[in-house]
């Protein structure tokens, strides 16, 4: 371990050798952040279903990839994230100087060698660069139920990859940030959305799109309604209302309401929704992605 001089404004640590105790705690983090799925497997689980974790401690999470890296930099401080520290090859070193010269004072800066980080990591990390991120406070169901005006609720999506475009989707068809009045809440089935791979899929509008767990499930929908929302429930079946004849008004108060691919909502969660809405599609077509059908919604609603 030694520090590297080339940037005097970081705290940058030079990782020669992964093992080298003195950088344990800094480095334990960052080991095997492959898959949360090849984790479950390698462990005993299937890999399926829910609650595939991080491998980090609650409160944590890791950001991947310059785009995600440079949102939780520049926009953690104002909506409640934080930076522990960073790993990185010594080309993103040089390529995110000035981004990362805006992390906190005495932030640990790892560099490593592109073969010597992925030996860390556990896999091919060709964006070269990850942070591991704190979020300080969350919000609660209560506080975006009263604040926001359009709302996405999933059950039980499972899938990282889906979750992380439902997240993109909503912040770009409806809005992100305090001011647009757009959020996501979670059933408790739900995988984590600041996983490596959601993060990296929403394009860092997980950081910045305002999200927490309804519970319990499915009876906190009733909430909703009560607040004013009008709750519409996704679904392919033919007896929906078509969603090009859904009738509607610009600042209505809207609950899009998401089930998983494959099984879709359940009756519970599908019976406290106040209409059903469905995508016309050509005949023989089973079903749209998930978050494939928010964004038609979204885009026909006008967020």
């Known amino acids: 371990m030694s520090s590297a001089p080339r940037h005097p404004g970081l705290n940058t640590i030079e990782v020669g050798d992964p093992a080298d105790p003195a950088l344990g705690a800094l480095l334990a ?113 209560e506080e975006l139920i009263a604040r926001c005006r ?12 889906n979750i992380g475009a439902v997240f993109r989707n909503t912040a770009c068809l409806a809005g992100a940030g305090a001011g647009a009045g757009a959020g996501v809440l979670l059933s408790p089935g739900c995988c984590d959305p600041l996983y490596r791979k959601s993060l990296r899929v929403s394009m860092g509008h997980a950081l910045r799109l305002a999200w927490a767990r309804l519970d319990p499930w499915p009876a906190g929908l009733a909430r909703l309604s009560g607040a004013g929302f009008r709750v519409l429930a996704l679904t392919p079946d033919a007896s929906a209302t078509d969603i090009r004849h859904l009738k509607h008004t610009p600042n209505e108060r809207l609950a899009l309401l998401l089930g998983a691919e494959g099984p879709g909502m359940t009756g519970p969660a599908m019976g406290l929704a106040a209409e059903r809405v469905r995508i016309p599609m050509a005949a023989g077509a089973d079903s749209l ?7 038609v919604v979204l885009s026909r609603l006008g967020g």
């Not at 991080?54 to 310059?66: D, I, N």
């Not at 359009?150 to 990859?161: G, I, K, P, S, T």
């Not at 992605?289 to 964004?295: H, K």
């Open 289 to 295: 992605n998930v978050a494939t059908a928010l964004a």
């Open 29 to 141: 983090p960052y080991r095997d952040q492959k898959d949360a799925w090849l984790r479950a497997q390698r462990d005993g689980g299937t890999g399926l279903g829910t609650g595939l974790g991080t491998g980090l401690a609650e409160g944590l999470f890791m950001a991947e990839g310059e785009l995600v890296v440079r949102a939780l930099i520049d926009e953690g401080p104002a909506t409640g994230h934080g930076v522990v520290s960073v790993l990185c090859t010594p080309a993103r070193l040089e390529g995110m100087a000035g981004v990362l010269g805006r992390l906190g004072p005495g932030t640990p800066v790892l560099v490593a060698e592109r073969r010597v980080l992925e030996g860390i990591v556990g896999f091919d990390l060709h964006r070269g660069i990850l942070a591991l991120g704190s979020r300080e406070r969350a919000p609660t169901a």
């Open 150 to 161: 359009v709302l996405v609720v999933c059950e039980d999506l499972a899938n990282h990859d």
